[in-house]
């Protein structure tokens, strides 16, 4: 009897396969053990956490080899090594968002951070500061003009060419060689180092105005070079996902072609257009290499593009991590320096979202 | 006239590109042409770029070793482990991880990161300081070129996450669940299916990453505390090309700057072939895929 009440359990579907419950209990055990084991070499929580998952891993492997097969195990040892890799990922992107949060806070909140440059700001205002006990002087207002104009000059140039690059490419080129060429030379120009894009335009500008040419114009320049195959990329694919029948209504109706291109096919687009614009903007504010060596450096509020050095984000926050303001006392410039690391990181999420919104707002109505 | 704007807005990208080569070449041709002695170094041009772009290739590498693997197992999870809720959310902050601006991963690595690799570097120096690479006396403040290619992994991988998660997702989902149905586990079905056909895309995102690292300049400007070429990773030594230039350019005239341009035309060419080559990759692979 016993015998038989033992045969119809394991039938053959059931058979060699562990129970559902087995990797919570795996992992308890797991997580109990490395305590264990850790409180024998000293308690770290970081430790612990890494043994506890190498234990699970190899426990959970085991059983399952034992009673499920050697598929089985594999496949549960995979599982683990993506989720473990999944998470080793997610570690250093966290600390860098939580180390900025941290540091950032505190100046980015500080008074007059946002409504003050650097002019006459030195040494020994950060020392008096420090030794005082008073709060950090100086800010970014000059560094976020200077971004803003920079940006706001390269995506002048840029998406005027890029998108008549890809109006070329997707309703005139037809496939011919040039159009190949084009489509190739954006594909490398994508992956030019941004500091080189950087030393083009520095050595455009010296030749052409005289060596050392440093303004806030050839740092716009530098970052369309960067921006514009972006913008061709995005509005390409854009331009060609519009219907053709849309294009063909207009030709019925007698409508010259660069109508039909500048009424039909770019309103329908418009909304992909606008959010990859976006995401190129959100690209290039970030870029530090090209401004380093075409922009210069500026303590103070400059808002002509044309003339004399100008500030950025991205270089204010290098200058301020590199070269202190007052090399003995280099905490308030630290406190600068990550208070504008935290504006520009929100500048670009905000960019990215805004991307998503102007996608949505501007996507073409649909039915009446 | 229309038609002509656009014309002319695509010659003149070409002309751009052609223009970056000509002005590089033309203002980085009077360092070929110094007295060999005037070179920094003292040994002409080639003594001078050779350690740099040793530097450059060893940062990419250690970039490229580290973040490959943990890419495409990131991008994996996304497209075939997770539920497919949180996939989504998942999807969108590895893009707006590729977003945050280098400078702040240079920041992170050289105020946070650094200080926590010292006493490993010191462990490595003390146990295994027999292997080349490792050989002591670690660096005291952890600013080295492991831990420059090390923030250069963690910015690469987010862009090797988001371009490997989109080809898995384009496997064709027949061949998926004609894996699962002859029985296959999952990972044998990601194996048998997933795999061999995105071949050609992880080649092509890893070479994109490549082209990344190569050119990245503020982690290893912020990071690194440079050097002459040395073989140990965990001393302070080394350089890249890339943080060379931004180092220096803002100081530099005369002869100076000429070299520092002869060095970004050198890396210009090494990321021009690897991005072609990655091109050529990629559309190689396009002919032989069916998914078009």
Redesign the interface.
């Known amino acids: 009897m016993a015998t038989l009440m033992t045969e119809r359990k394991r039938s053959a579907l059931t058979r060699g396969r562990l129970p559902k419950y087995t990797p919570y209990v795996v992992a308890v055990s797991a997580i109990v053990v490395a305590a264990a084991l850790m409180s024998l070499i000293g308690f770290n929580v970081f430790g612990w956490a890494v043994l506890s998952a190498v234990l699970f891993t190899a426990a959970n492997v085991v059983t399952s080899a034992v009673v499920e097969g050697r598929?089985?195990a594999?496949?549960k040892?995979?599982?683990s090594?993506?989720?473990g890799?999944?998470l080793?990922?997610l570690l250093?992107?966290v600390?860098?968002i939580w180390?900025?949060l941290v540091?950032g806070v505190p100046g980015l909140l500080t008074p007059g951070f946002l409504t003050s440059s650097m002019n006459g700001v030195t040494g020994a205002v950060d020392n008096a500061s420090v030794a005082n006990g008073t709060q950090v002087l100086g800010g970014v207002y000059h560094a976020l003009i200077g971004s803003l104009l920079i940006t706001f000059w390269a995506t002048l140039i840029s998406v005027?060419?890029?998108?008549?690059?890809a109006?070329?490419?997707v309703?005139?080129?037809a496939g011919n060689k040039?159009?190949k060429?084009?489509t190739?030379?954006?594909?490398?120009?994508?992956?030019?180092?941004?500091?080189?894009?950087g030393?083009?335009a520095?050595?455009?500008f010296?030749?052409l105005m005289g060596?050392?040419t440093k303004t806030g114009f050839v740092a716009a320049v530098a970052l369309s070079?960067l921006m514009?195959p972006v913008v061709?990329r995005s509005s390409e694919e854009m331009l060609k996902i519009v219907p053709n029948e849309l294009r063909e209504a207009a030709y019925a109706l007698g409508v010259r072609?660069?109508r039909t291109?500048?009424k039909v096919v770019i309103p329908t687009a418009i909304s992909g257009i606008a959010s990859g614009v976006t995401l190129a903007i959100?690209?290039v504010?970030?870029?530090?290499?090209p401004l380093?060596?075409t922009a210069?450096?500026a303590n103070t509020i400059n808002t002509n593009v044309f003339g004399g050095w100008m500030a950025s984000l991205?270089t204010y926050?290098?200058a301020q991590?590199?070269n202190p303001i007052s090399p003995s006392t280099p905490d308030p410039s630290?406190q600068r320096?990550?208070g504008a690391?935290l504006l520009?990181?929100i500048l670009?999420?905000l960019l990215?979202l805004g991307a998503r919104l102007v996608a949505r707002i501007f996507a073409p109505k649909t039915g009446r | 006239m229309f038609s002509g704007a656009a014309l002319g807005a695509g010659a003149l990208i070409v002309a751009v590109l052609f223009a970056v080569a000509v002005f590089l070449i033309v203002q980085a041709m009077p360092t070929f042409f110094a007295p060999a002695a005037d070179i920094t170094g003292g040994n002409g041009f080639f003594a001078y770029i050779f350690p740099i772009v040793i530097g450059t290739l060893i940062a990419a590498a250690i970039a490229l070793l580290i973040a490959t693997p943990i890419g495409v197992a990131v991008a994996l999870f996304i497209s075939h482990y997770a539920p497919r809720k949180l996939a989504r959310g998942l999807g969108y902050v590895v893009d707006l991880l590729a977003a945050i601006p280098s400078v702040v991963y240079g920041a992170w690595g050289a105020s946070f990161l650094a200080s926590q690799l010292q006493v490993p570097y010191q462990w490595l120096a003390d146990n295994l300081g027999w292997i080349p690479i490792f050989a002591g006396p670690a660096s005291n403040t952890g600013k080295t070129i492991l831990t420059a290619g090390i923030v250069l992994a963690v910015m690469v991988l987010p862009i090797i996450a988001s371009m490997t998660r989109e080809i898995f997702l384009q496997t064709p989902m027949l061949h998926q669940e004609a894996a699962l149905a002859l029985g296959a586990t999952r990972w044998e079905m990601i194996r048998m299916a997933v795999l061999p056909f995105s071949r050609g895309g992880i080649i092509s995102a890893v070479m994109l990453g490549l082209g990344r690292a190569l050119g990245e300049t503020m982690a290893v400007a912020l990071v690194l505390s440079s050097g002459p070429l040395i073989a140990s990773l965990i001393r302070s030594g080394n350089q890249t090309i890339a943080a060379e230039i931004a180092l220096d350019f803002p100081e530099a005239f005369g002869l100076r700057m000429h070299e520092l341009i002869a060095a970004g035309l050198v890396l210009f060419v090494i990321t021009l072939a690897v991005n072609m080559v990655a091109r050529w990759i990629i559309n190689r692979h396009k002919e032989f895929s069916g998914a078009n």
């Open positions: 598929r089985k594999t496949d040892l995979a599982t090594l993506v989720l890799a999944f080793l990922a250093p992107l600390s860098v180390t900025v540091n005027p060419v890029g998108l008549l690059t109006i070329y490419l309703e005139y080129s040039f159009s060429a084009i190739f030379l954006v594909d490398v120009m994508t992956g030019i180092p941004s500091i080189v894009a030393l083009f520095a050595a455009l010296s030749m060596p050392g070079v514009i061709v072609k660069w291109i500048l959100a690209r504010i970030g870029e530090t290499a380093l060596v210069g450096f991205p926050i290098y991590i590199m630290t320096a990550w690391a520009l990181i670009v999420m990215n």
